[in-house]
């Protein structure tokens, strides 16, 4: 189990900025400091891309009438997922209740059961603020939220209100403060809400300065903004995406994270302005971790890990490692049944895969020579991940 701190009260929708409180137990633990030895804490932020809930995936899923089991789609990267000191995915689906009928593409609901099994699954903090978020309406977005918290899981993009929207989500990890903030490009069109402008955040340069701003004052070791941009299906971020990104960087941002394309774009290392760091992170789209979307790019998704490293003799933080667990998604027949399953691409030879096809081992290694290929393609500093 992870021990994540918080700075916002996510309980009874009442939100009060900069209140740390414990959600979790027994992996944060104290920094022994000496006098002649730099003392060093590493911590591990994993984050994976659009986690989608298409109609077939929520039939795969189907126990009873209503009752739904979406763990085993996680079961072969669940380890990686439960390891990291913070684990963040993109929900890119709202749950509205059985009553407003179950739903996928174009306008999605889903089974309340599908939040339970992201944090069986290990997440600690799911992005909301996304074009789906609206898709049920303002009751779709606050019972989303309410499942979330019910899950004892953290949420940012879309709010319950103007304060609970005001309020940086801080997370206190081994003592390193980190900010996590979340924007989309839109709602497909959906319009908030009269009167609540706050129910989720756009692209608005102007409340994202004001954001990573109020961030810093409340004393945040680093800020990681989530956007939700770019066009879809394009291997390539494109110049609305790099404008994003480079007014990200002058406000200060130290890590920034892009999804919404479904499928993987490269990254980069970018000269901070304002932020802790010396030198910042970007990727520009992580893809689908699970959707249906079963066609070469879109079927491919990654875990990204961020090791970050604070020195407490000389009060500084660095990135000290950037690694990839690149993924596919299985769907088909195993022995329990009709299955979705997440698998380490880089894993296409794995015996123990007997459910795999030969024309599927030939589409997971391509998948996994896809990753590779991409994500190297401006960087050859970030790793791929020794699963041995």
Known sequence: MK??????????????????????????????KTDNVDSLITVTISIVGDLMCHSTQYNYARVESDSFDFRPVYRE??????SADLAIGNLETVTAGKAEVYSGYPFFNTPDDYIVALKDAGFDLLVTANNHALDQGEKGVFRTIEQILKNNLNYVGTFTSENDRDSIRILCLK???????????GTNGIPKPKSKDYIVNLIDFDLIEKDIKSAREKEADLVLVYYHFGEEYQRLPNQFQRDVVNNTIEFGADIIIGSHPHVIQPTEYYKTYGARLDTGF?????????????????????I????????????????????FIPTWVFRGNTDPGKEFIILPSQKFNDSTYYFLSNSERLKI????EDTKSILTKFNDRIRLYDLL
């Open 77 to 82: 990267v669940k380890n990686f997922l439960s």
């Open 175 to 185: 003592g390193i403060r980190i900010a996590v903030l979340s924007y989309t490009y």
């Open 282 to 302: 970007v990727i520009y789209s992580l893809g689908n971790f699970i959707s249906n979307q079963r066609w070469r790019y879109s079927d491919t998704g990654l």
């Open 304 to 323: 990204l890990n961020i090791e970050l490293t604070k020195n407490y003799t000389t009060n500084s933080i660095f990135i000290s490692d950037v690694n």
């Open 3 to 32: 021990k994540i701190w918080i700075s916002t009260l996510l309980l009874s929708f009442v939100f009060v900025a900069v209140i740390v409180l414990p959600i979790d137990d027994s992996k944060t633990q104290a920094v022994t």
């Open 365 to 368: 290694k391509e998948a996994f």
